[in-house]
């Protein structure tokens, strides 16, 4: 597996990143139970990846639990990134000095570690001043809790403002990117290369549309993820799969399921390829529920897309030709 530096830092991490929103059955959802996600792990690690990503959110704690129990006696093998700003059980939320504090400590105590590889946070907190946040991460920092900082869906203003107030600087943002989102071409990445960010995309098959698992016209299986957010009674889920479904992105869809067709490759190889080859990408996050669909990303992450190919992708998929009003560039609530 190819490796290489996480933004402007010494940082080696593998070209995938493994991650873990699926380890955990906290939510009931179909998602990988503790000997799954072992096997998971095994696998990727034999793959020759070290990169692996979770959230104090994922299964409300449940997945770093499972991860500090898997990772035992193996623990300096992995560059280990974790998330705090989001609510777990009752404690609060944001990007405060007490909440992130508290949040770090307990994602210590899961992860049964005495510091993270990389530290990120997890969203923009418009109500404590990012002053406030970059000192108390720079604590972190000096405390050796924590070795490097980033963050996840910040916007290109955001990334900005939050360089000019740290003493130690994030090295990473962890943004939605792929065929059918590509909002961050135009500000993000331009931001990201010139403040040392490295970039650790995720959402790259569009929530399986770009996989060739949905077709026009047709209503998503029941048992599929579209199909159970479509059925789901949360507001927010259904609107979500609204969002992803679509004329525009079916039909970005069904160009990916014609090149894949023409080099005799399955469409989600052909998207995950688009991806890992875009200018500003690092490292491709990966979250396989089984060990054979990490096997199938990692495949797609190895294919050769010819340049024409790409081009025709990026041409379909121009952003330029998406509607304005940002639908196509909704992000999951809970990535």
Request: glycine share 10%; charged share 20%; with cysteine.
């Amino acid at each position: 597996m190819e490796y290489t530096t996480l933004g402007r830092s010494g940082l080696r991490v593998s070209r995938a990143c493994l991650g873990t929103m699926n380890f955990g059955t906290t939510y009931g959802l179909a998602a990988a139970d503790e000997a799954e996600a072992g096997r998971v792990l095994d696998a990727f690690l034999d793959a020759g990846g070290n990169f692996v990503d979770t959230a104090d959110l994922y299964h409300r704690g449940e997945t770093e639990e499972i991860l500090g129990r898997l990772l035992k006696g193996r623990r300096e093998r992995v560059v280990l990134a974790t998330k705090g700003a989001m609510p777990v059980d009752h404690e609060g939320r944001g990007l405060s000095r007490r909440h992130l504090t508290r949040a770090l400590d307990a994602s210590l105590r899961r992860l049964d570690t005495d510091y993270v590889d990389l530290y990120q946070c997890h969203q923009w907190d418009p109500v404590t001043p990012i002053e406030e946040t970059m000192a108390t991460l720079d604590g972190f920092v000096r405390a050796g809790k924590v070795r490097y900082l980033g963050c996840s869906n910040f916007t290109a203003a955001q990334i900005v403002e939050s360089q000019w107030a740290a003493a130690t600087p994030f090295i990473s943002l962890q943004p939605q990117y792929s065929l059918l989102a590509r909002v961050i071409e135009t500000e993000v990445l331009p931001v990201c290369e010139r403040h040392g960010l490295g970039t650790v995309v995720y959402g790259t098959l569009g929530g399986g549309i770009l996989a060739g698992r949905y077709t026009p016209g047709t209503a998503p299986d029941p048992d599929s993820r579209m199909g159970r957010l479509l059925g789901s009674s949360m507001p927010g889920a259904r609107r979500w799969a609204e969002m992803l479904l679509t004329d525009r992105n079916l039909a970005i869809a069904a160009e990916v399921t014609n090149v894949a067709a023409d080099l005799g490759a399955e469409p989600g190889h052909v998207a995950l390829a688009w991806v890992a080859r875009r200018p500003g990408v690092t490292s491709v996050l990966l979250g396989p529920r089984s060990v054979e669909q990490l096997q199938s990303n990692l495949a797609g992450l190895d294919l050769d897309l010819p340049p024409e190919a790409a081009e025709r992708l990026t041409q379909v998929s121009d952003p330029h030709l998406a509607p304005q009003d940002g639908s196509l560039f909704h992000l999951t609530p809970t990535r």
